[in-house]
C-alpha cells in the first residue's frame, strides 16, 4: 500500500519561511517524478513545483519561482519543498504527489498518488 506524509506545515508570518517534507512509503521512490501542489479554498488545485526522477530537472510556478526549492533524497524517500519569503497568498492546503515515470507534468490527474496534504497559513 503506497502513502505519502506531508509534514511541516504551519502558522508563519509574511515573508516567513517554512519546510515541507513528504515521506514515500510503499513505492520506488527513484522511479517516480514528485510534485507539490497547493489548492485553496475555492480554488482549484494547482502545480507548486515537480522534480523529475532522471535528472532532478525541476519546474516551479510562476508565482513561487525564486522562493522556493524543491529537493528529493532518493535514499530517504523523502521530498521536500522549502519555502521562503512566504507571501499571504501562499495560504493553501500543500499536497505531494507521485507520478510514475514522470517528466514532471503539472496537472493534477496525471500523478496517481498523492498526500493527505498539510496546511500552511501565512498571516500579514
Known amino acids: 500500500q503506497v502513502q505519502l506524509v506531508e509534514s511541516g506545515g504551519g502558522l508563519v508570518q509574511v515573508g516567513g519561511s517554512l519546510r515541507l517534507s513528504c515521506t514515500a512509503i510503499?513505492?520506488?521512490?527513484?522511479?517516480?517524478?514528485m510534485g507539490w501542489f497547493r489548492q485553496a479554498p475555492g480554488k482549484e488545485r494547482e502545480i507548486v513545483s515537480c522534480?523529475?526522477?532522471?535528472?532532478?530537472?525541476?519546474y516551479y510556478a510562476d508565482s513561487v519561482q525564486g522562493r522556493f526549492a524543491i529537493s528529493r533524497n532518493n535514499a530517504e524517500n523523502t521530498l521536500y519543498l522549502q519555502m521562503n519569503n512566504l507571501k499571504s497568498e501562499d495560504t493553501a492546503m500543500y499536497y505531494c504527489?507521485?507520478?510514475?515515470?514522470?517528466?514532471?507534468?503539472?496537472?493534477?490527474?496525471?500523478?496517481?498518488?498523492w498526500g493527505q496534504g498539510t496546511q500552511v497559513t501565512v498571516s500579514s
Open positions: 504527489a507521485a507520478d510514475w515515470g514522470g517528466s514532471c507534468r503539472s496537472h493534477p490527474d496525471d500523478y496517481k498518488y
Open positions: 522534480i523529475r526522477w532522471s535528472d532532478d530537472g525541476t
Open positions: 510503499g513505492l520506488t521512490f527513484d522511479e517516480y517524478a
